[in-house]
Structures are given as C-alpha cells and as structure tokens.
C-alpha cells in the first residue's frame, strides 16, 4: 500500500481531500497510470448526497471518481500492445473473465465485476492507478485527455444505441438533455438514425444538445412531445425512444410516442419503482431494451470520436484543479441547468 492524496467520501455529505492507502503494486497484465482527466459522473454525487445507489451503500471512507484518463508511467509483465508514455482511458469496470456472463459477452452484467467508485471498491480521485491492461484503452494523438475521460459515459450511449437495433435513416426520441442523455443522442446519430429529438425541461441543456446537426431539441414544458413527434412522422411514432432521465413521469405516455413495432430502450435508473401500463406496450408489440453500463464499447467510441464524427467537447462545462476537488462536487450537487459535464484536471 502507499499512501497516496485522494478525494475521499468519508461517509453521506462529507468529503475530504486527504491521504490515503491504496495499492499500487503493477502486477502481470496490469498497467500503472498517472491520472490526467477524471469526470464528475452523477453517480458520484449520489454517493455524496445519499450515501448509496440501490443495494451500493457506503460503509467506509471511499474515493471517488471513475471516468478517468491519463498516461503509463509502468507496465506489469506480459503487457503486450501498451508502452510507458502512452496517453489511455480505462473501463473503470473489472469482471472475472472466467465467468458466465463473461464468457457470453456481457461482462457488464457479471455480479462480480468491480467498478472504481462503487462501494467498497475505490474510484480514482488520486494521482495514479494500478488497472488491468485489457481495460486500459489507447488515445489517438487527436483525441484529448478531457475527450478521453468521457468516453466512460458516452460509452453508455454507444451500449444504448447498439442495444436500439438503429435502421438507417430511424426517428429517435431521447428523453432527458443531461449528459448521459446528450451522449445517446450523439451515439444514436452515429449509429444511423437520421435525426433525434431530445427532451427536457430545462431550457439550457436543450440549447446545448442542440448546438449538433441532427438533434432536435423539445422543451416539454412549452411543447407537447406527442404533437411533435406526430407531426415529424405523419403521426407514425418514433423507431426508439431512448428514456434517459431516470425520472418516473417520462414514462407517463412513452408508449404514445413510440411506432408500433417500435424499440423502447432503458438508460435512465428510477430510484422509485414506476406504474407502468404494460398492455399498452404489448398492442404495439413494443420491444424493451435495457442497458448497464456497457461490454465492447470503448474502442469503437474511441474511433468515433477521433474520426470526428462525435465531438463531445461541447459538453464539458468547467475543468476544476485537483485541490478543488470539493468544490467540484459542491457545483455538481448544486445541479445547474447551464452544467452538463463537470472535470477535474489531476495535474494541474
Ligand atoms: P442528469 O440528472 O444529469 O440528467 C437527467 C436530465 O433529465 C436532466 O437534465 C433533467 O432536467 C431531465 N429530466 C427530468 N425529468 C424529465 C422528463 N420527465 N422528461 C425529460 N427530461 C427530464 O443525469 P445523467 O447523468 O445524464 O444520467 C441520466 C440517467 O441515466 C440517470 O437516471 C442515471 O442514473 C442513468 N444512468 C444509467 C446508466 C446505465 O448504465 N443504465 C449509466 C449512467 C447513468
Ligand atoms: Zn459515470
């Protein structure tokens, strides 16, 4: 162990910026990385608001932080493809390669898989981290370290987007313009659908996913989402409707917007079970998607985005310094409709 300075959730609502022992022996297959770029993702401030998500609870001081980007300063024995100065970002899950669900692909979904900032397991708020090197992707020269620390959530979007079954030329709606919203948007359009329109309610993440050719924003405080959806397709539906709020009213006449036949995918997480009408769906033969996270995404969104087609630094709203760690997440909890993605810049 080392002792290491780290952004450290003491317990629910308090944060300390203090040292810490973490490992840092580089085993075999395992990379060194020396921090660059760390989001603030919204699960992060759940945990410094409520003290857990879902059965995650936080019963020992925890550091924070999993969308991350960086570079090797050391590589562990039989590392083959990777190099000391590399620029990288890592999957912040770990499953166990020999399980079911691995050995099925989804190693997303496998019950022992371990990922940074989910209790007990820490994040990586700090200067360096030890990480397998299966799960340390490399950054082309055109692609930053604040691009490379979002792909963890654009990830998510890519996950949603393959998980939808896109046909060229598809209608998507995706409900909710935060940032998990805005990037399934983006992975949709890349994916092939042929416009999306996005919802919410406030005005200033609207007008930001609207900056990108193909998004189309709806404020469904001022607009009705069935009118408009039925007047963009001769009153036909949207092919996927993507929710991405996690709220429980946006699933309040979901099933009106959506085609017959037509893909509903579950991004968003309700921390409230919802009343949902299930014979509406099944008139339609409506089918239902959902996503965790994500399994074989990242190299593909890594060439999205240095092909250019995906350009997500839009959504960076502020780079705070690694000593302003607190204050970061005090922004992030203060939920500002101007915010989409909060950073923090390690070596600064
Ligand atoms: P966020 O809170 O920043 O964004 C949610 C947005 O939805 C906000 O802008 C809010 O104004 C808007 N909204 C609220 N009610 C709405 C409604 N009725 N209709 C349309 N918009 C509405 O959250 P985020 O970080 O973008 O994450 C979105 C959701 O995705 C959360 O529920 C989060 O837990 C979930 N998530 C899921 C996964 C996964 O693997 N499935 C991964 C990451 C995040
Ligand atoms: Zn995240």
Redesign the pocket.
């Known amino acids: 162990m080392t002792k290491m300075r780290a952004l450290v959730l003491e317990k629910q609502h308090e944060l300390s910026l203090r040292d810490i022992d973490l490992p840092l022996q580089v085993g075999p297959g395992q990379v060194k990385i020396k921090l660059h770029t760390v989001g603030v993702?919204?699960?992060d401030v759940?945990y410094y608001t409520h003290g857990h998500i879902g059965p995650f609870v936080v019963k020992a001081p925890m550091v924070l932080g999993h969308e991350a980007a960086g570079t090797i300063v050391e590589i562990g024995t039989g590392v083959a493809g990777l190099k000391v100065g590399d620029r990288v970002c890592m999957e912040p899950g770990v499953p166990d390669p020999d399980s079911k669900a691995s050995r099925l692909g989804m190693y997303n979904i496998d019950p022992a898989v371990t990922f940074w900032a989910t209790p007990p397991v820490h994040g990586v708020l700090t200067p360096y981290v030890v990480h397998p090197a299966n799960y340390t992707f490399k950054l082309p020269d055109n692609v930053s370290f604040a691009e490379g620390a979002m792909v963890e959530?654009f990830a998510?979007g890519m996950?949603a987007a393959t998980k939808a079954r896109i046909a060229p030329g598809d209608t998507a709606i995706v409900?909710?313009?935060?940032?998990?919203?805005?990037m399934v948007a983006l992975a949709a359009l890349a994916g092939g659908c042929s416009r999306v329109i996005i919802?919410?309610?406030?005005q200033p993440?609207l007008d930001i996913a609207g900056q990108y050719q193909g998004i189309i924003p709806v404020n469904?405080r001022e607009a009705n989402l069935l009118a408009e959806i039925n007047r963009l397709t001769d009153n036909w539906g949207a092919d996927v409707v993507f929710e991405?709020?996690?709220?429980p009213?946006?699933w309040q006449g979901i099933v009106e917007v959506v085609r017959p036949g037509g893909t509903i995918v579950?991004?968003?997480?309700?921390v409230e079970p919802v009343n949902f009408d299930i014979a509406s769906l099944s008139v339609k033969e409506i089918t239902i998607a959902?996503?965790?996270?994500?399994a074989h995404q990242y190299e593909r969104a890594i060439a999205l985005m240095a092909s250019g087609r995906v350009d997500l630094r839009p959504l960076i709203s502020e780079t705070f310094s690694f000593e302003e760690s607190i204050k970061a997440f005090d922004r992030a909890v203060e939920?500002r409709?101007t915010d989409?993605k909060l950073q923090i810049l390690m070596d600064a």
């Not at 919802?199 to 406030?202: M, S």
């Open positions: 993702c919204g699960s759940h959530p998510v996950q409900m909710g313009a935060g940032p998990i919203g805005t919802t919410d309610l406030a993440k469904i991405c709020s996690g709220s009213r946006a579950i991004v968003g997480l309700p959902s996503v965790f996270r994500y939920g409709p989409v």
